[in-house]
């Protein structure tokens, strides 16, 4: 068996209202003593609540309200009042220490004596039942006990806890076992006013049957006096709301999903994400959704496709139009104004050796300004280029001085300064051969490229 760890954790269960959390059923049977063979009457009928029984010959109690006006009624009972359950309607309890004395003799020969020594019976109750499986080799475990100290006891002891035993115990004495238990309380439980939670977590062998509850002094037991009135030498604890279940594997996001099975350990996620989340609720997982905010279909990688044109908005150039892909979601620039640019290659002249547009020009670019007016999604990029004659240096910087000047007169006609672009590329992207007159006509020209507005 490997222990893992084992601790008590204090606390008001009442006050904060804890719950025991766990990823499976609990595996103890009649946990909170609720179910009864046989009324309870008196002392020493443990065995009366269904499931359970002594594992040595102390006897333990068990306290309802049925029993109201006995030694082990509820809320006043012998050991204490105002003690109600910490979940359902009943609890038990039994003795975890009793600090025997006896008379001492020898104070009547030398008063220097104490009136009373030690006794050593170390007497203790322990309370057992059949787990309704065996646990599994190599699984982890959590157990929780809720524990009050009675308010009539007068001792405390730390070493509260669980032992998970592979058979039944049936010890023939009424002292402490040397049994180590997996759980255990390492600090003294003394709180006469609120249920303690004494909780922990163990790795079973596959041996264990049954769980026992007591005192264990193996772990180490420390005790404390919390005498009020008469001294009873005893610490006597009620006990509720027992608990044995598989530890939850971790999740760190808490959505429900263990950590090695989570696609998205850190955020809150769906089961048939793997975890991760949906915060368009598309069925496409926010890790994978190119709009994780915009509902879309999968196959669109979770955008929209708000024109209904195949092309998804994130894509789309020109959303809200339907276009197609070659024009990158926009509409196809039609004929008319697909030969008009045409027409501008050649039809776009200057001055020799000048940016200066010659007047036989404006025809053509009065009706550049019309497409675009009649086209307000176009942006517009003008490219001048020159022929290889002369200096590489100044024909680049011929070309890009006349395709600003074709770009001022767009503009000074009213078309937005920012839809229109220009550069110049001097002579590096010749159409032609620049070694005839032909070829080098065909280089000297201003180009138009129509984009879309974003």
């Known amino acids: 068996m490997i222990i893992r760890y084992a601790f008590a954790c204090l606390g008001s269960v009442a006050a904060a209202g804890l719950m025991a959390q766990s990823a499976g059923p609990n595996l103890v049977k009649n946990p909170g003593f609720e179910e009864f063979t046989t009324p309870v009457t008196t002392w020493d009928q443990l065995d009366r609540a269904t499931g359970w029984s002594n594992a040595n010959s102390g006897s333990c109690d068990v306290f309802t309200d049925v029993a109201k006006g006995t030694t082990v009624g509820i809320p006043e009972n012998e050991l204490g009042s105002g003690a109600s ?157 027992v608990s044995l279940s598989v530890h939850p594997e971790p999740d760190v996001d808490g959505d429900g999903i263990p950590d090695k099975d989570d696609k998205c350990p850190q955020e809150k996620g769906l089961a048939n994400l793997g975890g991760c989340p949906d915060a368009d609720g598309d069925g496409v997982a926010d890790k994978m959704d190119a709009c994780p905010n915009l509902a879309g279909p999968a196959d669109k990688q979770g955008c929209p496709d708000s024109d209904g ?52 020009s404006y025809p053509i670019l009065d009706q550049v300004v019309t497409v675009m007016k009649e086209n307000p999604t176009y942006n517009l990029e003008v490219h001048g280029h020159t022929d290889d004659q002369g200096d590489d240096a100044k ?40 070694k005839t007159a032909a070829g080098r006509a065909k280089n000297r020209r201003v180009e138009f490229k129509v984009t879309f507005m974003e």
């Open 85 to 241: 359950a910490a979940e359902g309607k009943y609890y038990a309890g039994f003795v975890a220490y009793k600090d025997d004395q006896r008379k001492n003799w020898k104070r009547v020969l030398d008063h220097n004596e104490g009136p009373f020594r030690p006794a050593y019976q170390n007497y203790s109750e322990y309370m057992q039942s059949e787990l309704s499986s065996a646990l599994v080799a190599g699984q982890e475990y959590d157990i929780v006990l809720k524990v009050k100290l009675a308010s009539n006891s007068d001792r405390a002891v730390s070493g509260i806890g669980a032992y998970c035993s592979p058979v039944a115990l049936g010890y023939n004495h009424r002292h402490l076992i040397d049994e180590k238990a997996q759980v255990v309380s390492k600090t003294v439980v003394s709180d006469k006013e609120n249920w303690t939670e004494v909780k922990g977590s163990f790795v079973a062998d596959g041996t264990e049957k049954f769980i026992v509850i007591g005192a264990f002094p193996a772990a180490g037991m420390e005790k404390t006096k919390a005498v009020v009135g008469a001294d009873n030498q005893r610490a006597y604890y009620y006990i509720d709301g």
């Open 309 to 360: 044109d195949g092309i998804s908005d994130n894509l789309d150039k020109c959303p809200t139009v339907p276009g197609v892909a070659s024009m990158k979601g926009c509409p196809e620039i039609n004929e008319k104004t697909k030969k008009l640019f045409e027409k501008a290659l050649t039809g776009i002249q200057f001055e020799t050796g000048k940016s200066t547009i010659k007047k036989v």
């Open 395 to 434: 024909n680049q910087t011929l070309s890009e001085q006349r395709a600003a000047a074709v770009e001022k007169y767009l503009e000074d006609k009213g078309v937005s300064a920012a839809r229109v672009t220009s550069a110049g590329h001097g002579e590096t992207m010749p159409v032609d051969d620049n």
